[in-house]
């Protein structure tokens, strides 16, 4: 549908504009369908609602894996899936009741909840966190007791406690660290602005190594780096987690519609595990700019955040629950105030949903733990094209 | 005239390029002087350039033909926020002017409402859609968007046309008044005309309110097809700074084709007009 080929004059360009808008409308007549995949017909198909954190991306991937595959509508889910932007705030959408359900990272979501968002994680997708601190090679830079007296960048907007947490396991005053408000992307630690970059394994990592070094003319190489990663340092938080409204969750339809939907979903992530290259393209031909190689690095790198994993993908281990919720306690950022004030909720997550979920999938055959998982080897090409 | 100016921007833009610090510069130890360097202030060529490559390898869709459905998709919700915003604009301006009461009461809300950040009724806004529903048709993303064009449009329109009808001498109003015609025929034969020049300024600063009301709200709540919403699509290719610019220059292109229009309708409202009734 996309490959129209498109030349010639702008006036010509504008006039195709018409038709490549009038084809893509034709997308949403799917929905109505009532015959799963599997053969067996569906009673009722439910409109499910999920708000991501941010654009269409690796990230996301099993989510559109599973919508790719058909996996949600053999759960007779018709669901939507809402992209993140500069001012949506995924829990707040959730617990707005915009969206059926959410992914958030888990302080940030806590945060929310302990101001009175009866928001609920049901899986937490990402069983490591991905966060990582890089700088130069020649910086010196090699752990968090170094950063006293550097430029350290972070993203902050509750992106930033891990750094914090960090330098406090490390027995540093963050006041003695020049903290720098970073961008979203690398481009202060390349032109020497920051010493040390706030930076995720599968996103901003994989844009230095896009990038030329203008010493050598080719392609920085991980050598020419110092990575910190917060989970090695101990000080990981649990990230991307599926969040659902908690009030809604006493409704037995709702918490049927949640493991179905968690079950679909947590299938799509497998189906990511074993076709790197297949969840990539998915998500690339929805959004073309980042690049191929780029997704298919953030897809690897996704994939190394939840698999291998031990208690079945999505199950919410209670010793890196509290790990997070401790931190999220403790860490004081520069205005002396933390995440949390006090320890989450006994109902703040429940492993029910997903323990369901998980029975559903063994039906399928699907498997959930990935024990023989092993990465896949990316190339980064300049760009990430 | 339109495009030696471009031809102009492109020419300083390139002089900063050549004459300006790679790294930055400071006056007076303020760190002023943006950077010149190529990563982050790209040839004007490389732009130019880019928008004639494929998106990515994989398709045969060209970033030109991209950045122009996005402008095309943006000029759509532009038009209705500018529309929306004209009629608001008029009906509260013939309001004040109809009642000194409405225009006390009313003109202070008006200003006020100008200082409410864009950026937060966007996302607020935004939870319209799927939520409210006026008589079985369910209130679009994409309305949001054009309602924040709207919203900065009516204000200035609103408020030069209201001095606009307010502008014709007493002595007018008087004539008017001793044929005892009635108010709806001093207002549009009177009122209206006298208006004209007011309201043709007022039109060009609602044209750049929509735009920029539409193209931040696409930013703040990320409607898919529009050129805000291409502008964060490529500010997350940090590492291609040629393709982040083909995206603005889109927006411009947007700001642009308003300005025409506006400029259209000035050349229409005011042939008639000799130079020296501007006031």
Known sequence: MRNHRIKGAVAAAVALSFVVAACGDDEGGTAATTTAAGGTTCAEVTPVKLQLQWLTQAQFGGYYAAVDQGYYEAQCLDVTILEGAVDITPQTVLANGEADFAIAWVPKALASREAGADIVDIAQVFQRSGT?????????????????????????????????????????????????????DMVGLLEGDIDAAEAMTYNEYAQVLEAINPETGELYTPEDFNVISYEEEGVGMLQDAIWADGTRLSDPAYKDVAVRFVAASLQGWSYCRDNVDACAKIVSDLSPILGLTHQTWQMNEINKLIWPAEGGVGFIDKAAWDRTAQLSQETKNLEGSTVLTKAPDEGAYTNDIVTAAHALLKELGVDINGASYAPIEVTLTEGGV | MFVLSMALVATLWEAYKWLGPKNGGEIFGWKVLPRSKDSLMPHVSDVLSRLTDPINPQTDELVLTGVLKAVWYSFQLVLVGFGLGLAAGLLLAVLMTRFRLAERAILPYLVVSQTVPLIALAPLLSTWSGKVEIAGWEWPQWLTAAMLGAFLTFFPIAVGTLRGLKSPPPAALELMDSFAAPWRSTLFKLRFPAAVPFIVPALKLGAAGSVIGVVVSEISIGLRGGIGRLVIENMRKSNDPPIVYTAVLGAALLGLAMAALVALADALFMRNRPKEAVA
């Not at chain 1, 968090?144 to 992106?159: E, H, L, Q, T």
């Not at chain 1, 750094?163 to 979203?184: C, E, H, L, R, Y």
Request: net charge negative; charged share 15%.
């Open chain 1, 132 to 184: 990582l601190q890089v700088s130069f090679a020649d910086s010196g830079i090699t752990s968090p007791s170094d950063f006293a007296g550097k430029n350290i960048g972070n993203w902050g907007f509750g992106n930033e406690f891990e750094v914090f947490a960090a330098m406090t396991k490390a027995g540093i005053d963050p006041a003695s660290v020049n903290n720098v408000a970073q961008q979203f």
